[in-house]
């Protein structure tokens, strides 16, 4: 998820807005200012409800944040590194750097948002009923009531099982426990999603076909939840294919060396455009091999700069392979990587010849980051 403004820092995670919320909260605000609070507390200046909606509507934001500050924590104790958290128009989205490898620590993952939710919900809640009890019913008390229906239905909606909701989390770790099938529990999740994300859009149209406000928004949210959990069931499956799919399938195939002093571009003419991508081993004026260049790397270099960079600036070193077989499963290989010291494998052939190697596009078909 983009952020277009940064927010800042927590617990090492970069907090941000996408420019979709201000309209999503501009739109709470006036629906707030301009009916739901002159309607509950009424005889007070449009200044008084503006006030409020504002501050009400910040508050429902930082609820969102703390929500997925829930998950971000949690996250970060199970050793998952939090690559953002990003307030947009439909809430909030943490980006985890990797799933959960214990059914526990997924299901902790995912209730830790919906937990933090509820609790806001019963503090606002309390706040509510405390105020009114001592003052009666005030501006203030109004804003509290909202803030605790707002996280109660944050609460409630996320829990529905259906991925990418938390509660389709729950229900793949549950199903995951039970089966010990990881990849068949997350993609009945993400089937799942599916189906709720077409019940909402179906639900959403009946709603503006009825004149009934709302609908457009329920669409938009439905179809958002279909299209992600499309997405994941698709990485599922791959990740279930790699299961049993031999190493060597998704191995770029090692060449012979070049010349730690060929350029990108003349990296470029040696290979043919309609091969598939090609390892080489970078070989110094000393004859010694310095590391392993692929074309899929030489792609990543900008066009401008493919005349000056040599294929030695950017060959990666053979400390961040790890050893691999052709025979070995893919799942079992991709176990071994995925760490910045260890990303990229090695391929040996049956009788111990290198031959290719696996790397972080590779890596990244197999395994996705996830978004809580
Ligand atoms: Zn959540």
Same mark, same amino acid.
């Given at each position: ?22 309209v ?30 504002l ?44 799933? *959960?490898?214990? $059914? ?6 995912? =209730?830790?948002? /919906?937990?933090? #939710?509820? %609790?806001?919900?019963? !503090? ?30 944050l ?26 099938d ?56 791959l990740?279930?294919?790699? *299961?049993?799919? $031999? ?6 195939? =090692?060449?012979? /060396?070049?010349? #730690?002093? %060929?350029?990108?571009? !003349? ?21 010694e ?35 691999a ?9 991709l176990e ?11 391929v ?25």
């Open positions: 998820m983009k952020q277009h403004l940064r927010l800042g820092t927590i617990s090492g995670i970069p907090v941000g807005l996408h420019w979709g919320l201000l999503i909260a501009w739109l709470q605000a006036a629906s707030l200012a301009g009916s739901l609070l002159p309607a509950a507390s009424p005889g007070l200046g449009s200044g008084a409800y503006w006030a409020a909606a501050t009400g509507v910040v508050l429902f934001f930082a609820s969102i944040l703390a929500h997925e500050l829930g998950h971000s924590l949690v996250a970060q104790r199970e050793g998952i590194r939090v690559r953002s958290i990003t307030l947009w128009f439909l809430g909030g989205v943490a980006e985890l750097d990797r799933q *959960a490898d214990r $059914p526990r620590a997924e299901l902790k993952i995912a =209730l830790a948002g /919906p937990a933090v #939710s509820l %609790v806001l919900a019963l !503090g606002f809640l309390a706040a509510a009923v405390g105020l009114e009890a001592l003052v009666g019913s005030t501006l203030v008390g109004t804003v509290l009531a909202w803030l605790a229906f707002a996280n109660g239905v609460a409630v909606f996320n829990m529905i099982p259906a991925a990418p909701l938390d509660g389709g989390r729950v229900l793949a770790a549950v199903l995951w426990a039970r089966s010990g990881v990849s068949r529990a997350r993609s009945i999740a993400s089937r799942s999603g599916r189906g709720f994300g077409a019940v909402l859009m179906a639900g959403g149209l009946l709603l503006v076909f009825n004149g009934l406000p709302g609908g457009i928004t329920i669409v938009i949210l439905g179809w958002f939840l279909r299209t992600a959990a499309t997405q994941e069931l698709r990485y599922h499956e990740a279930e294919q790699a *299961a049993t799919l $031999p190493a060597h399938v998704a191995m770029t195939p =090692l060449s012979s /060396p070049i010349d #730690s002093g %060929v350029t990108v571009s !003349g990296l470029a003419a040696m290979v043919s455009p309609l091969s598939g991508p090609v390892a080489f081993p970078v070989r110094d004026a000393d004859g091999t310095r590391g392993i260049v692929t074309t899929l790397d030489a792609a990543g270099v900008s066009a401008k700069r493919r005349s000056q960079v040599t294929v030695a600036d950017i060959a990666v070193g053979f400390d961040r392979f790890v050893g077989r052709t025979d070995e499963t893919l799942s079992a290989v071994r990587l995925g760490t910045p010291e260890a990303d990229r494998a090695f040996y052939d049956a009788d111990g010849r290198p031959a290719g190697v696996i790397g972080p596009a590779e890596l990244a078909a197999v395994r996705s980051p996830v978004a809580v």
